[in-house]
């Protein structure tokens, strides 16, 4: 357990992160120009390392509810702590594809252009308001706020779930459609 700051400084440091984080994923991604850098052999794999880290990010989400629904809370605690790590490992590898890489556009068309883009939307939507819940869910964890850790767990839970799965549905869709 760490020690424990006032709950509202927390949370606006928190936010402070996540929106800092947000800002320099859209200058990333939609303001710079990529580096180009020739011969990076690993580039072309991040896509996939990224679903592989979405996907066990679920799995541990899922795991970690159960637990605690089975009133394990030492292996709820395992399982938690380890979706936050493949969470950070997709984020790390994200930004590394990201800087030398850029966009990636999709080229489909119809309907499946709309379910993309939809599935993409929400994606990135959600992805932005569920850092700081996340954070938050593990701070509460973290100081022992065993009254509030629970009430916003079940808000973030379901959204970080949603979060990991569109991710590897993006890629599904972008790479392998």
């Known amino acids: 357990m760490i ?3 006032s709950i509202k400084t927390a949370v606006t440091s928190i936010i402070l992160v996540s ?6 994923l859209i200058w990333l991604i939609y303001l710079r120009e ?3 850098v020739s011969n990076i052999p690993y580039l072309s ?11 066990l990010s679920a799995f541990c989400l899922i795991a970690g509810y159960v637990a605690i ?3 394990k809370r030492e292996l709820h605690l395992k399982f938690m702590l380890s979706a936050l790590t493949f969470s950070f490992l997709f984020l790390v ?7 030398f890489h850029g966009d990636t556009l999709y080229q489909g068309e119809g309907l499946m252009r709309i379910f993309y883009f939809f599935i993409l939307i929400s994606h990135i939507f959600l992805s932005a308001v569920v850092l700081p819940m996340i954070l938050t869910t593990v701070y ?3 100081t022992g706020n065993f009254a509030k850790h629970p009430r916003i767990a079940r808000i973030t839970l379901p959204l970080w779930l949603y979060v990991s799965v569109t991710g590897v549905m993006v890629y599904l869709i972008l790479y392998h459609s």
Request: charge should be positive; hydrophobic fraction near 50%.
């Open 3 to 5: 020690s424990s700051v």
């Open 19 to 24: 929106v800092g984080i947000l800002l320099f």
């Open 34 to 36: 990529p580096v180009t």
């Open 45 to 55: 794999y991040l896509p996939l390392a990224n679903a592989i880290f979405n996907s």
């Open 69 to 71: 629904r089975k009133r």
């Open 93 to 99: 590898s994200y930004l590394i594809y990201h800087t």
């Open 140 to 142: 509460f964890a973290a």
